[in-house]
């Protein structure tokens, strides 16, 4: 089988296989085989066994995340994040969209400690959602920010993906940490923005709580509540990001630090109970060998692609782009806007990186910046249908009568904020490079 005809079958098989609801790992790791039998032949796959231990496997950076899925889920189940969501709504009761730019706030605090969207979303779905329909806000608006927000665990760091991206590329953890966080916290203050501008323009989109309300709280009680449901979250952000910019420890340490601190919260705001820690510990090895899988089945598909040939495919058609670099660029990043729409972020870092980033070296782009680029684009793929998990984690958890399409629709302005965060970024490369220079001479 020709080097053309096999790139086809191999993204086609994977089209196809997702379409009929195999889980990501194995349909990787089928097409992968399949390819291997049509293409450049079966002994191929003694050598990406050898690949998938001696390299994907043994890689030390990759240790770091189940510490920190360990670490998100101490947090999550220590119940902190309902009373930090209460002291914030209530701090900001009397604006106009106060509510849902609560959702904005406690979800950046809650992607710079846990991580993990699905978490993200469903809590937020399930304490910020009704209150929202409650006070008459905005259906599309409510949803909309819940989502949006809460896909930005797998950008601010500590993020599994940002791990999983910097094992695959040459820039360090601690680099793509520090390029990420300016973008990250940008685009939380674009959703936010958003949120205040809309709710001026539209009052009935995000009406205020009642006065009452609020009047049940003292100033005083608000203060005690901030600083005791607010503080400890940035305590573990502190923790860990300052321990790894400050180079006290490196991204494996940073994450035992972050997993001890986040004990130590469950500790003081959770149940103690040893029930408790027997399913934050089952819920995290679930999360990690989810992650594992797909990273052998994607490890095996791009080996075989490489050889069969795949690789100098994709290169040809990226480099014969109209535009030089600026047009091969842009359809890289429109490949993985597209690949989102059906594949998670895992499944897309570990098939697009290898195929992509020496295409990116070859045209002598600043690796931290293109794989920021991608970070901010693989926002997207939570939000966009068909297969967008953001919208099922949230309808999941909604109450009647928030429909699947009112969840299409209130994606639709938040990605056009993720898209215009990459034009900012690409005319002001600096939003990315500029920390890391600062912090770690990058």
């Given at each position: ?182 973008p990250g916290v940008m685009l939380g203050a674009m959703y ?158 570990l098939l697009s990186f290898p195929i992509m980033l020496p ?7 600043d690796m931290l910046w293109f794989v920021v680029m991608v ?68």
């Amino acid at each position: 089988m020709s080097a053309e005809m096999l790139t086809l079958f191999m993204f086609g098989g994977l089209l196809v296989g997702l379409f009929m609801g195999h889980p990501l790992a194995f349909v990787l790791g089928g097409v992968a085989v399949l390819g291997a039998v049509l293409g450049p032949g079966v002994k191929v796959l003694g050598t990406l066994i050898n690949n998938i231990y001696g390299n994907a496997m043994d890689n030390y950076v990759l240790v770091a995340i189940p510490l920190f899925v360990l670490m998100a889920r101490f947090l999550n189940d220590s119940g902190v994040t309902e009373k930090m969501f209460e002291s914030m709504r209530l701090l900001l009761a009397r604006l106009h969209g106060g509510l849902a730019l609560t959702v904005v706030i406690v979800s950046v605090l809650l992607a710079a400690t846990t991580g993990i969207v699905g978490a993200s979303i469903a809590v937020m779905g399930m304490i910020a959602l009704v209150p929202m329909l409650k006070y008459s806000y905005n259906k599309e608006l409510s949803t909309g920010v819940i989502m949006a927000s809460g896909c930005l665990g797998i950008l601010i760091p500590p993020s599994i993906m940002l791990i999983l991206m910097a094992s695959y590329s040459p820039v360090s953890v601690g680099a793509l940490f520090a390029g990420a966080l300016v973008p990250g916290v940008m685009l939380g203050a674009m959703y936010a923005l958003y949120v205040l501008v809309i709710c001026y323009l539209k009052p009935s989109y995000g009406p205020p709580v009642p006065a009452e309300e609020r009047a049940d709280t003292s100033t005083g009680e608000l203060l005690g509540m901030l600083g005791k449901y607010v503080l400890p979250p940035m305590a573990l952000i502190l923790g860990v990001l300052g321990s790894l910019f400050t180079g006290i420890a490196t991204a494996t340490e940073a994450s035992a630090i972050g997993v001890t601190i986040a004990f130590v919260l469950f500790l003081i705001f959770g149940d103690r109970k040893a029930s408790t820690c027997y399913r934050t510990l089952i819920e995290a090895s679930k999360t990690t060998t989810m992650v594992m899988l797909v990273l052998v089945g994607a490890t095996a598909f791009t080996g075989v692609f490489s050889r069969g040939g795949g690789m100098q495919v994709i290169n040809d058609v990226v480099m014969a782009m109209p535009g030089g670099t600026t047009g091969a660029l842009i359809l890289m990043l429109f490949l993985v806007f597209i690949l989102g729409m059906f594949l998670d972020w895992t499944g897309i870092v570990l098939l697009s990186f290898p195929i992509m980033l020496p295409i990116v070296d070859q045209m002598g782009v600043d690796m931290l910046w293109f794989v920021v680029m991608v970070a901010v684009v693989l926002q997207t793929s939570f939000l966009t249908p068909p297969f967008g998990y953001a919208l099922f984690y949230l309808k999941g958890v909604a109450p009647k009568g928030v429909e699947i399409v009112d969840l299409y629709r209130a994606v639709i302005p938040f990605c056009a904020l993720i898209v215009l965060a990459c034009v900012l970024m690409a005319i002001f490369p600096s939003l990315v490079t500029g920390l890391p220079a600062l912090l770690l001479g990058h």
